[in-house]
T-cell receptor, first 121, second 116 residues
Framework: EAGVAQSPRYKIIEKRQSVAFWCNPISGHATLYWYQQILGQGPKLLIQFQNNGVVDDSQLPKDRFSAERLKGVDSTLKIQPAKLEDSAVYLC???????????????????FGAGSRLTVL | AQSVTQLGSHVSVSEGALVLLRCNYSSSVPPYLFWYVQYPNQGLQLLLKYTSAATLVKGINGFEAEFKKSETSFHLTKPSAHMSDAAEYFCAVAGAGGTSYGKLTFGQGTILTVHP
């Protein structure tokens, strides 16, 4: 099966500019996640969607970050305006289900995309 | 709340030597535990997962991990390191149910270096 697709792979912008990242999850995966990975740290969850609804966006800096998942398939993460501290890799992941109803133990395995590396100057 | 602590941000071993990467977790619910590997400029790839079946879990590339509830640990091991194992490894915890299901909380990562 095709993996999780992300674009662009690399983006360099000036602070206060805006940027958008796109993610196409694995076909049939109901749940989509955006993680932020700052250099030297583990990934941190920004937002979780189930189909086209938001499950958890408690860690999303809503004054500058926004995300949507129209039609419950692909998703866009936007940053406007960007700050220096937003420099990071933005990882998109998807999973088959999000509520444990999949039946098989451990059915909720996340598959990650290659990430979009953002540098803010 | 869930958390993961990886002991040692850098581990260096010789080729053929034992690999041991340490992970301790904290979870208020029965956890699912994962190890992911990240090669340079790539996304995270699942190595193995613990889902309350067997406490000794075997993964890809010869890695395995043992869940020890009494020690709240899930250390990753490989008997003999290969040069291709050089990468960054992340331990992660997710709740097995409820609102924490599916939400991975990651440790800070351990960079594994393998010397010839």
């Amino acid at each position: 099966e095709a993996g999780v697709a992300q674009s662009p792979r690399y983006k360099i912008i000036e602070k206060r500019q805006s940027v958008a990242f796109w993610c196409n999850p694995i076909s049939g995966h109901a749940t989509l996640y955006w993680y932020q990975q700052i250099l030297g740290q583990g990934p941190k969850l920004l937002i979780q969607f189930q189909n086209n609804g938001v499950v958890d966006d408690s860690q999303l800096p809503k004054d500058r970050f926004s995300a949507e998942r129209l039609k419950g398939v692909d998703s866009t993460l936007k940053i406007q305006p960007a700050k220096l501290e937003d420099s990071a890799v933005y990882l998109c992941a998807s999973s088959l289900d999000s509520d444990g109803s999949g039946g098989a133990a451990g059915a909720n395995v996340l598959t990650f995309g290659a990430g979009s590396r953002l540098t803010v100057l | 709340a869930q958390s993961v602590t990886q002991l040692g941000s850098h581990v260096s071993v010789s080729e053929g030597a034992l690999v041991l990467l340490r992970c301790n977790y904290s979870s208020s619910v029965p956890p699912y535990l994962f190890w992911y590997v990240q090669y340079p400029n790539q996304g995270l790839q699942l190595l193995l997962k613990y889902t309350s079946a067997a406490t000794l879990v075997k993964g890809i590339n010869g890695f395995e991990a043992e869940f020890k509830k009494s020690e709240t640990s899930f250390h990753l091991t490989k008997p003999s390191a290969h040069m291709s194992d050089a990468a960054e490894y992340f331990c992660a915890v997710a709740g097995a149910g409820g609102t924490s299901y599916g939400k991975l909380t990651f440790g800070q990562g351990t960079i594994l270096t393998v010397h010839p």
